[in-house]
T-cell receptor
Framework: DQQVKQNSPSLSVQEGRISILNCDYTNSMFDYFLWYKKYPAEGPTFLISISSIKDKNEDGRFTVFLNKSAKHLSLHIVPSQPGDSAVYFCAASAQYNTDKLIFGTGTRLQVFP | DSGVTQTPKHLITATGQRVTLRCSPRSGDLSVYWYQQSLDQGLQFLIQYYNGEERAKGNILERFSAQQFPDLHSELNLSSLELGDSALYFC????????????FGPGTRLTVL
């Protein structure tokens, strides 16, 4: 049972445009959400997070939006750069305890010139 | 470079065999986490150790076991290997537990033939 779903396995965006990566979850106990970025042959690295008491968190070019009623979050990258090309994982945890993260299957983003 | 090291990078073995994956956390980190990423799957949390003690358990098979040593490095032991155990195994570490950012190693790719 996939509690965190990333239904788009891949996304291709032109440099300078907006990239929108989506994530859905089923467990209403999740209250903390994270995005990780992964380059080939490297481990995932933390990108940005949001707690359920917020609906938006921004860090530079990266913004995460949370819609609790829809159990949906999205990561916006504006403007997209070729260096953003990577696999992006959405993850969730309950009780603000990130010891047990539940990851989605990832979305491969390709930013082309 | 996250500061988390994993050895070996690649491991090829046969069904029924036993292997040991090793992880050295970042200097000063007390928690170590193990994840499995099978083909087209998200990262599945296996187990967490904190300062030598098991802290949290995920979907870890009985054939798998882990431990954290006094010097804080950790080993994941996989026995009676099956074809389906072929995956990337990631180790992550964090300063403490509960809400700290996890830093991931580059992973060990296990192939079971």
């Amino acid at each position: 049972d996939q509690q965190v779903k990333q239904n788009s396995p891949s996304l291709s965006v032109q440099e300078g445009r907006i990239s929108i990566l989506n994530c859905d979850y089923t467990n209403s106990m999740f209250d903390y959400f994270l995005w990780y970025k992964k380059y080939p042959a490297e481990g995932p690295t933390f990108l940005i997070s949001i707690s359920s008491i917020k609906d938006k968190n921004e860090d530079g070019r990266f913004t995460v939006f949370l819609n609790k009623s829809a159990k949906h979050l999205s990561l916006h990258i504006v403007p997209s750069q070729p260096g953003d090309s990577a696999v992006y994982f959405c993850a969730a945890s309950a009780q603000y305890n990130t010891d047990k993260l539940i990851f989605g299957t990832g979305t491969r983003l390709q930013v082309f010139p | 470079d996250s500061g988390v090291t994993q050895t070996p990078k690649h491991l090829i073995t046969a069904t029924g065999q036993r292997v040991t994956l090793r992880c050295s956390p970042r200097s000063g980190d007390l928690s170590v986490y193990w994840y499995q990423q099978s083909l087209d799957q998200g990262l599945q949390f296996l187990i967490q150790y904190y300062n030598g003690e098991e802290r949290a358990k995920g979907n870890i098979l009985e054939r798998f076991s882990a431990q954290q040593f006094p010097d804080l490095h950790s080993e994941l032991n996989l026995s009676s290997l099956e074809l389906g155990d072929s995956a990337l195994y990631f180790c992550a570490s964090s300063v403490a537990t509960g809400g700290d950012e996890q830093f991931f190693g580059p992973g060990t790719r296990l192939t079971v033939l």
